[in-house]
């Protein structure tokens, strides 16, 4: 299948969508007397069953059951996911240190134009290399689901939008008030 750029955007923005599913998926974890390492150990445990490990929403029963997701399938997702780690963790180091680089350019009582501008196309061009690695493993992960699959995990993260659409709206605007 040929893809065009638009038809790239749209499926990373649906991935992209997807984890955002997954993640508010999880119920909090609530705490029970146990000492703080224990604590922590069980709400990591937890907090992996129900969305999975930084984006591993296949790890989520909900997500997974709905979907009809293998063991198989499961298995491959996670092979996906530890190949493209490293290269993924080392890209977004590099992004915030080089966003840590344009800060205190921008915060100069004096500010060098020519300084900032470049910082930031060097902050751009990180993102990007961030942005198209990340599309890479969200491809990979595409290509183990069957067409039925894939639809469902669609549908799901729709429904997802419309029930938080309004979360990154104004108060005004949450409530039907247009602003001026």
Do not use: Y
Not at 25 to 32: D, E, G, K
Not at 107 to 129: C, G, K, S, W
Not at 132 to 154: H, S
Not at 157 to 162: G, N, V
């Amino acid at each position: 299948m040929l893809l065009t750029r638009k038809n790239r955007l749209s499926l990373v923005i649906a991935l992209a969508s997807i984890l955002c599913l997954a993640a508010a998926a999880s119920p909090a974890v609530a705490q029970n007397g146990q000492t703080p390492d224990q604590t922590q150990n069980q709400n990591q445990a937890q907090n992996r069953e129900h969305h999975g490990d930084h984006g591993r929403w296949w790890d989520n029963p909900h997500v997974a059951q709905k979907i009809g997701l293998t063991d198989a399938q499961k298995q491959q997702m996670d092979e996906i996911f530890e190949k493209h780690r490293p290269q993924l963790k080392e890209l977004n180091a590099t992004l915030k240190k080089e966003e840590a680089t344009l800060h205190p350019l921008l915060q100069a009582d004096n500010l060098d134009e020519h300084q900032v501008l470049r910082q930031i196309d060097v902050v751009a061009q990180a993102r990007a290399n961030l942005e198209k690695a990340n599309a890479r493993m969200l491809f990979g992960l595409r290509k183990v689901l069957t067409p039925d699959q894939w639809k469902k995990l669609q549908e799901m993260a729709r429904e997802w939008h419309e029930r938080h659409r309004n979360d990154h709206r104004g108060p005004d605007q949450r409530h039907g008030v247009p602003q001026q």
